[in-house]
Structures are given as structure tokens and as C-alpha cells.
């Protein structure tokens, strides 16, 4: 993966090593040598990431960082904050500035190269849901969900540890707003994975009482869990176990004994990234979703329609026949030109619903075109598809349709034709005699349902 990462240091010469090892990588680098520079770097240039240094003369790390997580145009570029810095105090000062991550000089260069992926990525998942959103709205369609960019997220977490301090821990996440169960029992630790969501799991490989590996091995194997971060706690000098953890699947790290900053940071990038990857999914099926529904009635469209109806006649039989009804609103230029566009949509929705009520739910009812409708009925025969065809007419006719405002009651009445499956039908010629007996009810005066022999 490569990215735009700015580098910010008073020090050239430690700017020049970072450069080196980040272009070595691939990595596209920009530079700044102080913290005016810096802002200005930020928002003409846009990194995907900065790594910044704390102590600076005139404005230093935290200034910088505070500054571009107050700007709504640069809030969600990640930043991570390069110190020699090894008292918690300033560790927290880090925290309540916004930053994402914290490096220690000198820098590991697995540790820097893994922070930055981890964090790109997520500043990817975050424009990805932006311009997803921008598409939504510019073509009129509702709001995915809420996305915004929150500098202090919260979720729900399981923390699998068998130390004594771990209710100290656990009051130190619940602290910051997050709902944590703490267990130390592997098939309770299990039980509660399986069956109730979480945002993140963080489970001690160095746990004396069982293999915390074994949960992270049984973690990944749930299909379920397998989009859940899990981040590892390891004990000094246990690299073999650590390898083995990210080997399994583990998302992040953090060694023994643990600094609160650095672990709160973590927890709460994870659970962010956790919170992304959860809306991606849900934009995701409403996509699919929304291009297979018609965006005014929430009916399917007639792509959908037609696809499944030549998925149902793949099994229709004598004993288990399929039925197709077509209904066109009577007269609804009318509507339109006596009472409105927005009228008109009115009428389509409310004639939507009451085709649903109307229909049983393992039926398909489609809008087929303008004031056209198609309802699919599978198992049925054609004595009981002019019933449901009947219902339905009398259903539109019998109530009138409210619109307008103020509110005027307005008459509608629809014609249906039908036609029921044979043996040699495919789904062209079923809609074609379906159609022809929408034909006839409407020549033989509407507000009528004719059904077309097979």
C-alpha cells in the first residue's frame, strides 16, 4: 500500500532518516520543519497520514495536532505522534490532542510501517463512505447512515485476561465511554464472542490460566467474527507469540505492561476502524439493495422483477403454477394534470402499500413503469389469482386516496390483466399475455380484471 505521508521535525537530519526509510517502503514523503509549516502542509497538500514530532520551538506537536483535529477539511487524516516523550502525562497530552498513534524515538521500523498501513487504511475506509455519501446525495437518494469523523469513539469490547489488574483496566476503557466485559474463562470467553457483538476484542497471549492464542485461532474461524478487530497483549521478549497472533489474524499489538495512552489510542483506532468497516457493509447492501428497489414506491424495479420471475418458472409445474398479474392505474394523466406531479407520486406510493397489504409476503409486487405494476404470484393457480386480483382492485377502488395540501380525497381505480404459467412459457411470453389482458380490461371499460387463458 502506498500513501502521501508528511514528516514533520525541526530536525532536518531526522527528517531525512524518516524520508529515506518511508521511500524505501514506497511511501510518497512531504516534509515540514515546523508547525506553522506543518498546517499549512495539511491543508493545501492533504496526507493521507503525518507523523509528527512533539517538542518543537514556537508551536509545538500538540498545537499542531489539536489544530487540524478542530478542521472539519483535515480532521480524519490520521496523526501520529514521534516522541522521545516516555512520561504518561505527556503521553495523555498526545490523547486529548486527537492523535491517533504514538511512535517513540528512536523508531522501530516494523512497528512505524505497520501503524502507518493500519492507519491509511482506515483514512481510506472514512473518503471511501464520503464520496459514497457525496453520490448518494447528489442523486437524491436517503442518507446510509451517520459517518462523520469522531475523534473519540466508543463500542462494545471484550477483554479476555486472566491478571489481577484487569478490573483496573477494565474501569480505565469504560472511562472513556465503552461498554467492556472482562472474562478469564476460555469457553466463557468464547460463549460471549459468539453471542454478542463487539466492536473490538482484546485478548492476553501471555495468560497463564489458558492458550490465548487458541481464542485467537477459534476467533478467526468464525465466520461472524472474522470483520472484528482483535488486538493482542504480549509479554516482554515473547516475539515468537506475537508473530504467531498476527499470523492468526491479530489486527494490532501493544507489549507488557501496558501504557494507558498508548493502549487507549489503539483501542479506540480499532473500534473506529470497526465502526468504518460496519457502515462500508451497510452502504454496500444498500447499494444492492437500492438498485434493485424503485426509489419512489420501495417496490422491487422491474430489472429485479424479471429476473426472479425467470427464476420461479425454472420450477413452475401444473402442481406448483406461477401467476402474473399487470395493473395499470386508471386514467392517471388526469391525476397529474388536475392535481400535480407531487400529487401523482402520491397516489403511486399509497397504491404501493395497498398492493401490500393485499398480497402474501413470499409474493412479488414490482413497479413495472410509470403507473404500471407487476405482482408475481408462485403456487398459485388461476382461479386464485383472479381472486387476489379481484382483492386488489376493490382494494384501490373502495378507499379514496388522500393528497395534496391542503388534503384533497381523490377516486382511483385500476385495470389488471392476468396470466397464469404453461407449459412452454418463459417469462417474455407470460408478461406479453398478462399484458394482453391488461389490453382488454381497459378497452372493455377499466376498473376490471380479465384473466388470459394459458
Known sequence: MTARVLVVDDMPVNVRLLEAKLSAEYFHVLSATSGAEA??????????????????????????????????????????????LDQPADRLAGLHAGADDFLTKPVDDVSMFARVRSLVRMKSMFEEL??????????????????????RPTGTILFVDDRPDLDGWLATLKEQGNEVTGISDFDAAMNEARNVPHDLIIVNISMQSFDGLRICSELRAIPTLRSTPVMVLVGPGEHKKLAQALDLGANDYLHLPLDRSEFLVRAKTQIRKKHYADLLKQNREMGMEMAVRDQLTGLFNRR??????????KGASEEKPIALLIMDIDYFKRVNDTYGHPAGDEVLRQFSQRLLVNIRNVDLACRYGGEEFVVVLSG?????????????RSAVERSLFPVGNPPQSIPVTVSIG????????DSATLLQRADQALYRAKQEGRNRVIAQAA
Open 39 to 84: 498546517l499549512d502542509k495539511v491543508r493545501q497538500e492533504l496526507p493521507d497520514i503525518v507523523l509528527l514530532d512533539v517538542m518543537m520551538p514556537g508551536m509545538d506537536g500538540f498545537e499542531v495536532c489539536r489544530r487540524v483535529k478542530r478542521d472539519p477539511a483535515c480532521a480524519h487524516i490520521p496523526v501520529v505522534m514521534v516522541t522521545a
Open 130 to 151: 464520503r464520496m459514497r455519501e457525496e453520490t448518494r446525495q447528489s442523486l437524491g437518494l436517503p442518507d446510509a447512515g451517520e459517518f462523520a469523523f469522531d475523534s
Open 304 to 313: 429485479y422483477m424479471a429476473q426472479h420471475l425467470e427464476t420461479l418458472l
Open 380 to 392: 398459485t393457480d388461476p382461479h386464485t389469482a383472479w381472486q387476489v386480483g379481484e382483492r386488489l
Open 418 to 425: 392476468i396470466a397464469s404459467s404453461g407449459d412452454d412459457d
